[in-house]
């Protein structure tokens, strides 16, 4: 799907889109990155203003739709997902984006998220996660590394984390992408693909927070490992990475291996070619989740991951179910409806 | 054949196992009883489990009805008439029947599994024992004759042909009131249209049924009801489920507010749901969410886009929607929040009735958080109380809480159902533009009523954003200054307490403007406070009946009805709530009477309770 412009529309800046609410991140936080970045891509939608609704539950990125100059609703712990759906299915017109994070969208409504996802609601999903409770003054979230210290957990996390594209992915979504807040570029791009994709769509965006978990996503953001440590995933290309563009993946049986393209015994033309619409490669990639830290570690894939352009929306089908039933039954008539099937009379 | 006896009154109960069909008995006889214009009510007794093991005691269903040929308000105390269908249903149910009154028996459910299923001590069978010797007992072998009935319908299993049993029940008891089977055979025929068997079997069984009770003369006579005198005008039967559905699409209908129901299965709130998804072609939206905190959230997106935003639940759910209920209160936006309240607290008594959640409805939020209350009393008023919640909520800009119960909700009455040019229109205006004297728009400047403009995404140059964090006065952005919050918390009460000057005043529904005793009720104990008080008031007693449609905010002249008494007598389905909010609000000594057993009180208790005070 491509973007159409209406060009009837005056044209919007991102200007358009800030509101006079004064930011409060703190300074240097992920969020202004991906503020910026949102407030870029709308004016090239092509949406009236009117027609976007911000939906944000709570956390530090959840002031977000204070920040823009569309409608917004800045909700309850985890909900925000819920009250979009309910928007979403009433409302099929309108443009629903949902802001949530690690702590707000995995935990608290980890429950509203995966149902979203089934039911595929054409919303778009930004989780904005880094990897810590950030409003609550740092306490580990459901995507912190295990045996993370934190003020809740001395002596280390006990708990696994999730891998929230693998849950995406358990929950039938169909659209899964990540990006990040210190590769503007890519994010835009993403933002348009979830925007483009008719169904919902579920964007990671690794988020830095500087204050409680400075420097989680270091070895994928900074310059002097992103090469080596992320593979950036485009339609019908190569699975090629490194600083030498010199790795890449293949498929081996049923698993993914790296594999050195300078020994002379691989060549790009016996590499994995990303296909976004396989769902089976797409699991496969949602799985390299290693850790950094481990030998032989697999790069963490960015980009689109999956998309399922086919599956109908939960909102079509409401509004459809509706008109068969105008259709087969007749515009409903309420004096029919309250006298019922069988009445009587009583006289005088 | 002779000529029925004329009865005034019956109060008939159909009891069996869950498996046995009693509902579907009891339904149909309460159908073909109101399609004579005799006024009734109804009160289903459902077990707790859905499949509790067959022939225990936990499994027994029942199905109570009264009519009569006066005007009736409740299902009645004790009953003229227990069908039992098995040893089990006999054992739960006798101690609710009249000295004297009738027993018709299924011999086959009192065979030796059975009885030990009932708990009879070994070879004790009360059909036999002349233990029911105060009572008139009539013992019919309903398998055997239903399996007879149907000797010629080879295709059907033994099993299938056992289900066709209450049909002969209904068929004899059809006969014993005279009646004709008119309306359960065109039931049948909707029903099993497609599985002609099926649809055969039960009419031949029906029949069988009628036509042994005719053959065997097992009576003297047989028994008839007369029409009751009821306002002239067209009825029909209706449940409180019912009737709380087509309330909310009425009030759809008369607002242009398309509906929008987020809900979550829960007993026994879930018929409401079963209703409004067949409605679609009133343009109604049903959203069965994922839990009960989704099935508000939901509603509160829907009515944020300008729906008419419905959640539907019973206590335990109300508990999880607690802080949503928060939400749409800041954000100021119209919501419905329907409660069928049951047994509690936790999972308490899900299939029994009670009236304890009206403190949950009245405090059980974080923060000062004010949401208008009101409640039905009847089956049929479900939906006057469901449209005058959804005008409240629109109008004044707020969630409101509707509260019935799990009696009303199941129970059935007739009902002189209204045309829908005769309900009030519900003006609801969306803001759309600037007013020209604004060159900003601001969310939470307030109208008289102290109500916020609603405004719906997709209104151009109105764009907003609205939350949970407190809010400033006018502008609606986010605020943490004292004297602001002070303010807003101020506001948000009296834009509740001023709904008072938007509803009706108070009445008396029986006895005189002062005297000695009020009674005060709310809700499902309407019927049988004013069948007591109507008893008291032939007997020349100083007693007055006043029922409560708005718990919050009260009517304007309460206050003042209450001074007008020397005793206010309040009984409740709880431990005593409204009697605290009461003596908070008013500083009146108000008497609680309390009856926390699942069941609804009986007249025979009420009567007996005020009289204390006579
Ligand atoms: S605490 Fe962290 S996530 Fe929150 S605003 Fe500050 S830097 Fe950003």
Redesign the pocket.
């Known amino acids: 799907m491509t973007d159409t412009i209406n060009n009837s529309l005056p044209k919007l800046t991102a200007k358009d889109f800030a509101t006079d609410q004064e930011v409060r991140?703190?300074p240097?936080?992920?969020?202004y990155s991906i503020l910026a970045q949102v407030q870029r891509v709308m004016p090239e939608l092509g949406i009236p203003k009117e027609d976007i609704v911000i939906i944000s539950g709570i956390g530090?990125?959840s002031r977000f739709p204070y920040y823009m100059n569309t409608y917004g609703m800045h909700s309850i712990h985890g909900r925000a997902t819920a009250i979009a759906s309910g928007l979403k299915a009433s409302r099929p017109e309108l443009s629903v984006w949902i802001v949530t994070g690690d702590g707000d969208g995995l935990s608290i409504g980890g429950n509203h998220t995966i149902h979203l996802l089934r039911r595929n609601l054409d919303v778009n999903i930004m989780l904005f996660n880094?990897q810590?409770y950030?409003?609550t003054k740092g306490q580990y979230s459901p995507t912190s590394e295990t045996n993370k210290v934190t003020k809740s957990t001395p002596s280390g996390s006990i708990d696994y984390p999730f891998n929230p594209l693998a849950l995406a992915i358990g929950a039938n979504a169909t659209f899964i992408a990540r990006t990040m807040d210190r590769d503007p570029k890519h994010m835009q791009e993403m933002l348009k693909r979830s925007h483009a994709h008719k169904g919902a769509s579920f964007l990671e965006i690794y988020?830095n927070?500087?204050?409680?978990n400075d420097g989680a996503f270091e070895p994928f953001t900074e310059k002097k490992t992103k090469a080596d440590e992320t593979l950036f995933l485009e339609q019908g290309k190569p699975l090629i990475y490194g600083a030498e563009r010199n790795k890449g993946i293949v498929i081996d049986g049923l698993r993914p291996k790296i594999v050195d393209l300078t020994e002379g015994v691989y060549t790009e033309s016996d590499l994995w070619i990303h296909d976004e619409h396989d769902f089976y490669k797409a699991q496969t990639l949602i799985r390299m989740f290693d850790d950094v830290n481990i030998e032989g570690h697999f790069p963490r894939p960015f980009g689109v991951f999956y998309q399922d352009k086919n599956k109908p929306c939960y909102e079509d089908i409401m509004a459809l179910q509706l008109e068969d039933a105008i259709a087969k039954k007749g515009k409903g008539d309420l004096d029919k409806l309250l006298r019922g099937y069988e009445v009587w009379d009583i006289v005088e | 054949m002779s000529t029925p006896t004329l009865l005034k009154d019956v109060v008939i109960k159909f009891a069996g196992d869950s498996g046995d069909g009693m509902q579907l008995t009891g339904s149909q006889f309460t159908n073909n009883t109101a399609l004579l214009g005799i006024d009734l009510a109804t009160f289903p007794d459902f077990p707790a489990e859905i499949r509790a093991p067959i022939g225990t005691l936990p499994g027994v269903s029942g199905f109570q009805l009264h009519f009569s040929s006066d005007r009736v308000y409740t299902p009645g105390d004790l009953c003229d008439v227990l069908v039992v269908m098995n040893a089990a249903a006999l054992k739960v149910n006798l101690k609710w029947l009249k000295p004297g009154g009738k027993i018709i028996a299924n011999q086959d459910g009192f065979d030796s599994k059975n009885l030990r299923l009932a708990n009879y001590p070994d070879g004790v069978n009360p059909l036999e024992d002349g233990s029911l010797h105060n009572y008139e007992l009539i013992t019919i072998d309903v398998t055997k004759l239903t399996r007879e009935a149907l000797k010629e319908f080879t295709t059907l299993g033994m099993k299938e042909k056992d289900r066709a049993k209450n049909m002969f029940v209904l068929g004899f008891i059809y006969w014993m009131y005279d009646r004709d089977l008119d309306s359960t055979i065109n039931f049948l025929n909707e029903k099993f249209g497609k599985r002609d068997d099926i649809l055969q079997s039960n009419i031949k069984v029906l029949q069988a049924g009628y036509n042994y009770a005719d053959t065997v003369e097992l009576f003297t006579s047989r028994y008839q009801v007369e029409k009751a005198k009821m306002e002239p005008g067209t009825y029909r039967s209706i449940m409180g489920n019912q009737a709380l559905s087509m309330g909310l699409v009425a009030a759809s209908e008369r607002s242009g507010l398309p509906l929008f129901v987020g809900t979550y299965p829960i007993t026994p709130a879930s018929d409401i749901l079963h209703d409004l998804s067949k409605l679609k072609n009133f343009g109604v939206r049903t959203f069965q969410a994922e839990d009960e905190i989704a099935g508000i959230t939901t509603a509160i997106g829907a009515a944020y886009g300008g729906s008419l935003g419905v959640t539907t639940t019973s206590g335990p759910g109300m508990a999880l929607k607690g802080e949503a209920m928060g939400l749409a209160m800041m954000l100021e936006i119209p919501l419905v929040i329907v409660n069928i309240q049951r047994g509690g607290p936790s999972t308490g008594l899900p299939t029994k009735t009670e009236q304890s959640d009206l403190l949950q409805a009245y405090y059980g939020r974080n923060g000062e958080c004010p949401i208008p209350v009101i409640s039905s009393r009847t089956p049929s008023d479900c939906f006057d109380a469901a449209f005058e919640a959804c005008r409240i909520a629109v109008q004044h800009m707020t969630p409101v809480i509707l509260l019935s119960d799990g009696y009303i909700a199941n129970g059935a009455e007739p009902w002189k159902f209204p045309q829908s040019e005769d309900l009030p229109k519900i003006d609801v205006k969306f803001k759309t533009e600037l007013g020209h004297h604004e060159d900003k728009f601001m969310p939470y400047m307030r109208d008289e009523k102290l109500v916020r403009p609603w405004v719906v995404p997709g209104t151009a140059g109105l764009e907003h954003r609205i939350g949970g964090l407190e809010k400033q006065n006018i502008t609606g952005n986010i605020s943490y200054d004292p004297e602001n919050h002070q303010l807003m918390v101020k506001l948000r009460q009296e834009k509740v307490d001023k709904i008072a000057q938007y509803i009706p005043e108070q009445k008396l529904d029986a006895g005189p403007e002062k005297g000695k005793v009020l009674v005060l009720g709310w809700g499902s104990t309407y019927g049988t406070i004013k069948s007591s008080v109507s008893e008291l008031l032939a007997q020349g007693h100083s007693v007055s009946h006043a029922h409560l449609r708005y718990l919050r905010p009260f009517p304007k002249n309460l206050g003042a009805i209450l001074k007008n008494f020397d005793t206010i007598l309040v009984p409740e389905i709880n431990n005593g709530q409204l009697v605290k909010i009461l003596r908070d609000v008013y500083l009146v000594d108000a008497k609680p009477y309390n009856k926390i057993m699942g069941t609804p009180f009986m007249k025979s208790e009420m009567t007996e309770e005020i009289k204390k005070y006579l």
């Open positions: 991140w703190c240097g936080c992920g969020d530090c990125s880094n810590i950030g409003l988020q927070c500087n204050i409680f």
